[in-house]
């Protein structure tokens, strides 16, 4: 089973966003048979194997094993990954972009669809795949704006410049600055 299975096709993200399929497909995060999900879902096992059957050609289940059950043979079903991440692409751009400055949030959300995009290619069966992921909170008062973001960007700069090169592995650093939402909003 693979962590992330990205979606990049209209018919993959019909098939899925059915409230049924994500149920039967919750179901399958573990080997199991049409019957033994529709005991789960309170289902006929007909049913849930349409749902499965219409996964399966998506690509969003496998079947794992076959099993002899009273005379008839039974799959057994896996969902093919722990997270479904749907492309950005599905839907597309909608109009031209606005801007290209690395502090407008049409830049920020341009780069996430790029992380996202790069992330999803990635053989993430790999034991030894190096990576990070690290995410805070940094408070800055409103005067303070400038003078911190041209930090950052002095330190990032400094980072590419240091590890630039043409030798080595390559890794892409992408780092996202934005303002958090109260959580309190909307309460």
Known sequence: MRDVVYLDRIEQAEVLLKPQRIEVLRQLADPRSCT????????????????????????LVRQVAERRVRGIHEGIYQAAGRSYWLS??????????????????????????SVQADVAALDLDRPDLPSIGMS??????????QEFLGELQQTLQDLFTRYGGAEGDAFRLAVACYP???????A
């Open 36 to 59: 033994e999900v529709a005991v789960e879902l309170d289902q006929t096992p007909q049913r849930v194997y349409y749902h499965v059957k219409r996964l399966l050609e998506a690509d």
């Open 88 to 113: 950005p692409g599905l839907v597309g751009r909608i109009g031209l972009r606005q801007t290209r400055d690395r502090l407008s949030l049409g830049y920020l959300v341009d780069l996430m669809e």
């Open 136 to 145: 805070g909170e940094i408070r800055v008062r409103p005067e303070r704006r």
């Open 180 to 186: 958090k939402g109260d959580p309190d909003e909307g």
